[in-house]
């Protein structure tokens, strides 16, 4: 019983230090917003910016301080193999939709999980343009700014209420006729999330997604009643060594299981 209280504190603990984290990184994010900033290329067409490396020092220096014994995953931060034996690993992406924020354009957010044996425990996505904040718990339910939320129930399939690749939606359309698409959104983490309290009925993820931009919002999708998973129905892990994913689905939970089965009926070349 002691060892059961004493993890409650410590997860009570995190969650209150993960909830004040990212609202100031939002805010801070919020600060930088439309304002000219040094920018940079990261690999073969990544966009970074001085923004994203204050977040993430802000985070960082939040998160990890508070919490030394935590690995750390962040895409702004050298990956340090020592997350990989550790129990539980802060999972960060600074600015999630980087192109849209050094755009102008409002769809972009912080995304923070922490993951426990992989799979996330607590996560927090703040999109402060559009005043979202998403809270969740691992079996205690999803929260967007205070209020309790939950996806969509059904397996039907508006089209309209799927966000993602156009490919990838396209390929559920059976009929033949033509669909109307949900307007892209930049930020994925905020598209998944979205499902969460019904904006979408579903969204998918393309390839070479990775940890940073999908633990935060896979608990979010699942403590809103959710699943999110591969198109083979197989759950995400998350910090392993190899952080790199393929395409993923997020629905309510009918209308996931539904997807899912298309796609074993009806692979992908």
């Not at 020592?82 to 924020?101: K, M």
Request: proline residues 4%.
């Amino acid at each position: 019983m002691a060892d059961a209280d004493a993890n409650e504190t410590i997860l009570a603990r995190d969650a209150a230090l993960l909830r004040e984290t990212v609202q100031d990184a939002g805010a801070l994010a919020q600060s930088m917003f439309r304002t000219e900033l040094k920018t940079w290329t990261k690999g073969a067409s990544s966009p970074v910016s001085e923004a994203d490396i204050a977040v993430n020092d802000l985070l960082e220096a939040r998160l990890r301080g508070a919490t030394p014994d935590y690995g750390w995953l962040s895409e702004e931060s050298a990956d340090d193999s020592t997350r990989l034996s550790r129990r539980l690993t802060w999972v960060v992406d600074p600015i999630d939709g980087t192109r849209n924020y050094l755009g102008g354009h409002d769809e972009w957010c912080v995304s923070v999980a922490l993951v426990e044996d992989a799979s996330p425990l607590l996560a927090a996505v703040f999109a402060p343009t559009s005043d979202e904040f998403f809270f969740a718990v691992r079996g205690q339910g999803t929260m967007l700014n205070g209020k309790w939320v939950t996806a969509t129930a059904g397996s039907a399939l508006n089209f309209s209420r799927i966000a993602g690749p156009k490919p990838m939606v396209e390929r559920l359309n059976t009929s033949g006729g033509d669909i109307k698409l949900h307007p892209r959104i930049g930020s994925l983490a905020l598209r998944l999330c979205r499902v969460a309290h019904g904006a979408l009925d579903a969204a998918f993820a393309g390839g070479n997604s990775h940890d940073w931009d999908l633990a935060a919002a896979d608990l979010i999708v699942q403590e809103a009643g959710g699943r999110m998973s591969d198109l083979s129905g197989d759950p995400i892990l998350y910090n392993r060594r190899e952080v790199t994913h393929g395409v993923l689905v997020a629905a309510g939970r009918d209308r996931h299981a539904s997807i899912v089965a298309h796609f074993r009926n009806r692979p992908l070349p």
